[in-house]
């Protein structure tokens, strides 16, 4: 649908989109309604598709970092997602597939302008398909219209049939706006709605009433069931003679249970009845971030090098998504993850698995490829075993998860620091300003106050650029680069003299009153767009350091979960708890200097 937008001239035609790699022409990964008539499917390839279809147009997907970038189809989805939102609570689960919760506003329609008191019902809803309802070709639309405005119809069907007629409106909205089609399966729990969805393509709906809930499950194989279509459902074929989900219904639940395990032997006696209690999460964002690519036959990884070479554009891709999230929806990932598929040399039946491998993620891109790559040599030095022995990679990916939202209201560890006296000067961040979470580092580089002068942006006037040059700035200022740095919110008023203290890489300046508008300028250099106001009406201040060896991890977890975050990337990840005594809050770990 995306490359038929891009090119109308493919709008009808039959079309299958293929992976960048020409080899026999290329694997599909998606194909037109008018390509599967002639019998085309995704799990071909692109020289078998053309014996199939000799008319059909294959489009090759976009290309990036020597791989498919699927950033494009990722919009698309996003669209069509903003448009379903606007509705009801909506749960994005793949690229192409969201379940929305339109409880509310069929309850809303219910109440102001219910189906059977309206004498014109959508159009395109009484084209909507009603399982167990007569199909006559000639009564097709009169009988689902009839349906829609039954006055004796119970509370529940009620609810269906406006979610019926919403659903209709929402999918001639994306039509219009999107240039997309949509089909969907409405119904009263998310498992009979996933059911039925794909019943009647393309562009159509599937109504589930309570009435039909039995009969359409009775026939229906388990292996068509979510969660049923691998070792479970064939463990019930096997084990229970189970083929379809109706035959569940010849056991109790207390024998399920003793197959299954209470948990799964309940949940079968459930879902066999059409009782699904999972909810429709409200989230318009993936839970995690993954790039991975598949190294078929004569193309496996071999050695060090090669894997090396593609963890790090992997990483790169996945690196700049997980900016933009943050960017975009102030999210933060907190876990990498490295999976890949291997095989060793002589041994092909081995059954042994290369072990996923997982560490807490840290931002910027050298960093990710760094970790990946440690990753990759701790799960390849379990999955070796010999080192005589030959390896083959013929899968990797790295997936970035455990994605949170940013704290609204405690965007700094700023407001937990306190000088040593009340009449220190503080720190304040604009609430409106993005925290950043990524480990920050210090440098220290040379400045000219002629070149700051000239590097003033538009965020610090003429007047405190004139400051610098002209009232006793000292001629080398310290710049840090980087947006996470603390420095920022350490700084403190103090006599004339520009003083620095390093600690095991990390630099705290302080400058007295006639210095302090250079400061800000440096800083200003080394922020990203975040903004903060700094008192130094102060006449004097201290010098404060911070020895990040001496930060005890066992103290770090009783913070606040914001601070913790920060500080994290502070320690490096073989930090042990130190068996010094320390106080019971932060403020231990910033002491005065020693003049």
């Known amino acids: 649908a995306v490359e038929q937008r891009r090119n109308p001239a493919l709008r009808g035609q039959p079309t299958a989109v293929v992976q960048y790699n020409d080899w026999k022409g290329g694997g599909l990964i998606a194909v037109s309604y008018e390509a599967r008539k002639f019998g085309v499917k995704r799990s071909m390839r692109g020289d078998e598709a053309k014996n199939v279809c000799p008319g059909i147009n294959l489009v090759q997907v976009p290309v990036s970092r020597d791989k498919a970038d699927l950033n494009v189809y990722r919009n698309a989805g996003s669209e069509v997602v903003a448009i379903l939102s606007t509705k009801g609570k909506c749960e994005r689960a793949s690229i192409d597939e969201v379940y929305l919760d339109l409880t509310d506003a069929a309850k809303e329609m219910l109440l102001e302008s219910p189906p059977e008191s309206s004498e014109f019902t959508f159009e395109e809803a009484t084209k909507s398909n009603i399982l167990d309802l007569p199909s006559d070709v000639g009564d097709r639309e009169e009988n689902v219209k009839a349906w829609l405005c039954r006055a004796d119809a119970n509370y529940q069907d009620k609810l269906l049939a406006c979610g019926a007629v919403l659903v209709a409106q929402l999918r001639v909205k994306v039509l219009e706006e999107t240039q997309f089609t ?75 249970q003793e197959y299954y395990g209470v948990n799964t032997g309940t949940w079968l006696w459930k879902t066999a009845r059409g009782f699904s209690g999972e909810e429709v999460e409200d989230r318009l964002l993936p839970k995690s971030h993954g790039c991975g690519k598949t190294f078929p036959g004569p193309k496996a990884l071999k050695n060090h090098s090669s894997v090396k070479s593609w963890l790090d554009k992997l990483c790169e891709e996945l690196s700049e998504r997980i900016q933009s999230d943050l960017s975009c929806n102030k999210r933060v990932a907190q876990t990498l993850t490295l999976h890949a598929r291997a095989s060793k040399e002589n041994e092909c039946n081995s059954m042994k698995k290369f072990p996923s491998k997982s560490c807490p993620l840290r931002y910027g891109t050298g960093k990710i490829q760094e970790d990946a790559m440690k990753l990759f040599e701790s799960g390849l030095h379990d999955f070796w075993g010999s080192r005589s022995a030959r390896w083959s990679i013929t899968s990797l990916s790295v997936t970035a998860s455990k994605i949170f939202d940013i704290p609204s209201g405690t965007n700094s560890i700023l407001k937990y620091i306190k000088g040593p006296s009340s009449n220190a000067s503080t720190a ?77 890489g990390l630099i705290c300046s302080h400058q007295g009153p006639e210095s302090s508008s250079g400061a800000s300028v440096a800083e200003q250099h080394g922020r990203d767009n975040i903004n903060t106001a700094v008192d130094h009406s102060s006449g004097s201040g201290d010098t404060w350091m911070l020895n990040v060896e001496d930060i005890d991890p066992d103290v770090v977890g009783e913070l606040p979960l914001e601070i913790q975050r920060e500080i994290q990337g502070w320690i490096r990840p073989s930090k042990q708890a130190t068996p010094k005594k320390r106080g019971s809050t932060i403020s231990s770990y910033f002491s005065p200097a020693r003049r």
């Open 428 to 504: 304040i961040l604009d609430s409106s300003s993005t925290p950043e979470l990524t480990p920050f580092v210090v440098h220290e580089e040379q400045c000219e106050p002629s070149s700051i002068k000239e590097e003033c942006d538009n965020s610090i006037s003429a007047t405190q650029c004139r400051l610098i040059e002209g009232k006793g700035a000292p001629k080398k200022l310290s710049k840090v680069q980087g947006t996470g740095s603390i420095l920022k919110f350490l700084s403190q008023s103090q006599p004339a003299q520009h003083e620095k203290r390093n600690f095991d």
């Open 182 to 256: 949509c089909s969907a399966g409405i119904a009263h729990n998310k498992m009979l709605a996933k059911l039925v969805s794909g019943m009647h393509k393309p562009a159509q709906q599937t109504v589930v009433p309570s009435s039909s809930v039995q009969d359409f499950l009775a026939s229906l194989p388990v292996k068509k069931m979510k969660q049923l279509g691998g070792k479970l459902g064939s463990s019930l074929q096997d084990d229970l003679g189970v083929k379809t989900v109706g035959d569940l219904l010849g056991f109790t639940e207390e024998k399920l």
